[in-house]
Nanobody, 118 residues
Framework: QVQLVESGGGLVQAGGSLRLSCTVSQRILELSVMGWYRQAPGKQREMVARLTVGETTRYADSVKGRFTISRDNEKNTLYLQMNTLKPEDTAVYYC????????????WGQGTQVTVSS
């Protein structure tokens, strides 16, 4: 079972930036799809960004042009660079893996809180 550990959350003012990291317990290239999800209080968890082993990316409309998903294959780490943050980006952010590319997201990190103040 792959283990995922997020870091990098915190409190930032609107317009600021944060970079989230997700350390993976195995070779990241063995996982077909990795992604970032978020859940705000009282809302359903939503996909933020996804990255396939073939480098295809997908973003939620609400973060396009502001967030960038990437990975470091040598460090087995997934990143989410978040720029121009807005108060509505406030949520717990989760790293997740769909190991076989079947849309079965069966590995999740513990989550990291991101709070954007206005």
């Amino acid at each position: 079972q792959v283990q995922l550990v997020e870091s990098g959350g915190g409190l930032v003012q609107a317009g600021g930036s944060l970079r989230l990291s997700c350390t993976v317990s195995q070779r990241i290239l063995e996982l077909s799809v990795m992604g970032w999800y978020r859940q705000a209080p009282g809302k359903q968890r939503e996909m933020v960004a996804r990255l396939t082993v073939g480098e295809t990316t997908r973003y939620a409309d609400s973060v396009k042009g502001r967030f960038t998903i990437s990975r470091d294959n040598e460090k087995n780490t997934l990143y989410l660079q978040m720029n121009t943050l807005k108060p509505e980006d406030t949520a717990v952010y989760y790293c997740a893996a769909d190991p076989h590319g079947t849309n079965r997201w069966n590995a999740w990190g513990q989550g990291t809180q991101v709070t954007v103040s206005s």
